[in-house]
């Protein structure tokens, strides 16, 4: 309905054009959007103040003129506020309509073009391949993937990435800890290397290393060759032992990605110094005590930062522009990075970085997401330790807890700049105050009604239904139909916001809407046409929350 009434504005506007009431060549920027309150309409547009100055007219004579240009049947009327606001306030009419909208186009229901096919990147999750994943790296897949959703749903050619940091010291406490282990050694006995990885996952590596297994990551199979004294092998077979391992995870999360880039093939390729040599050349660089540096500070960053260290060796963040470079020369126009919060630090050098090599990388490019941090509660207790990972809550340890459904939709819930608190009580729990639980529940129900009826022998007829909403006049049939006609506003929303909780957030004020109605009426009623129309908006309800539930990876069960 948003745009149907920009469409009827610059209708107004043309049309007052041709009659000479404004210049020829003024064409506004305007907003419409909801008022908060419906005593001042359903919609509120700012047009006459943004033409004010253009035309040399007062903003309400303004008002005025295109309110009486206005001639729509979906419009109940128009009234003129403060300074020259215009609240449209729709009729039944509009809503029925938009109701007929959603029976119509079913699962495409909200989405719409404005991407234009544009390619965009999505990168999340890119955890190190050296444990199982924690509820952090739960929250970014959550959000990273529901994000990857919502963009597609919004027109975007979306690649969904992850980037193995499978290079670094880290890589190396991972060797030396599953050799550890290969050799009998215990995480508490001499010998256990002074950063090693201390989980009962390192048990299993090194068993399977021992067994000489072949596991299969990313297309490849590494077969172990179960020589203790091998680093190399270990380090191979280590590595492609735990991306296997989080790649089960992950699917079982419904989460699946389109690239899987190795941070060791920035190297082994190259292009690390490529990218060195090109920012040397760009004369962005300088020697300064054996190191080389990047005048980052030329770019907005609070220091120039050491790329080449004295002693030899690159600091992280060069790998990391590099990157980032290969990603624009793939010819991704746009490229958002959904990381934890503790990449902060990252954001100005990676950016300052692109900058500096000169080829055309535009300021604020890539664009970050980041996500704080998950605490998880069973009770009043905060749980801390995983037996298996040995010092963090794993993924796993809450899809097996509560369930994929629950685990998605609480990780996504909240905007990613606000810290989370995963209540497993809350998340298992089959009652209301479940917000999963609760929206499922509202989509159960219209499938339910749907059983009751086949079980009675009663047929429904659609067409009927639409054609007879006018008898649905109730305050909570109204309240269920313009809450329906928001999706489209909410899916536009959480795309230009990247938060996806923006659906989160309205599936839930949908599903009381929903079960405001079902409680407030009967559905099954002796009257065919009454039953028609009230199984009608039922359906197109149903429609809206499957649709919203998928953007968020969350299934809509038939029966609970």
Known sequence: MKDALRELIHGALATLRAQQTLPDAVTPSFVVERTRNREHGDFACNVALTLAKLAGRKPRDIATAIVAAIDDPRVERIEIAGPGFINFFLGAAALHAEMANILDKGSNYGRNASGEGRKVQIEFVSANPTGPL??????????????????????????????????????????????????????????????????????????????????????????????????????????????????????????????????????????????????IAAGHTYEKDGALWLKTTDFGDDKDRVMRKSEGGYTYFVPDVAYHEGKWRR?????????????????????????????????????????????????????KLSKRAGSYVTLRDLIDEVGRDATRYFLVARKTDSQLIFDIDLARAQ???????????????????????????????????????????????????????????????????????????????????FHGYYNAHQFIVDDGVLRDARIALADAARIVLCNGLDLLGVSAPESM
Not at 217 to 233: K, L, N, T, Y
Not at 353 to 382: K, S
Request: proline residues 2%.
């Open 134 to 279: 924690h509820v952090g790296h739960g929250r970014g897949a959550a959000v990273g993937d529901s994000l990857a959703r919502v963009l597609d749903a919004n027109g975007w050619a979306v690649t969904r990435e992850f980037y193995y940091n499978d290079a670094g010291a880290q890589i190396d406490n991972l060797a030396l800890s599953v050799q550890s282990r290969c050799k009998g050694i215990e995480p508490e006995q001499d010998g256990w290397p002074a950063d090693g990885y201390r989980g009962d996952y390192i048990k299993d590596v090194a068993r399977d290393f021992l067994a000489g297994r072949t596991v299969h990551a990313d297309g490849q199979d590494v077969r172990a060759s179960g020589d203790a004294e091998d680093i190399d092998s270990i380090r191979r077979f280590a590595v492609a032992w735990l991306r296997r391992e989080q790649d089960l995870d992950l699917r079982a999360f419904g989460v699946e990605f389109d690239v899987y880039f190795l941070e060791s093939s920035l190297y082994s390729e190259g292009q690390v110094e490529h990218t060195v040599r090109e920012l």
């Open 331 to 383: 010819g991704f126009e746009r490229v958002i990075n959904e990381q934890g919060a503790d990449h902060h630090s990252t954001v100005n050098r990676v950016r300052a970085g692109l900058q500096a090599l000169d080829v055309g990388i535009p300021e604020g490019w890539p664009e970050y997401v980041l996500h704080q941090m998950v605490t998880v509660m069973r009770g009043d207790e905060e749980v």
């Open 431 to 513: 009652t209301n105050d479940n917000p999963v639980y609760y929206i499922q529940y509202a989509h159960a129900r219209v499938c339910s009604v749907h059983r009751q009826l086949a079980e009675r022998g009663l047929a429904t007829d659609a067409s009927a239904g639409l054609g007879a909403l006018h008898r649905l006049d109730s305050e909570h049939e109204r309240a269920l139909m313009s809450e329906l006609s928001r999706y489209p506003e909410v899916l536009e929303a959480a795309a230009a916001n990247l938060d996806p909780q923006l659906v989160a957030q309205y599936l839930r004020e949908l599903a009381a809407a």
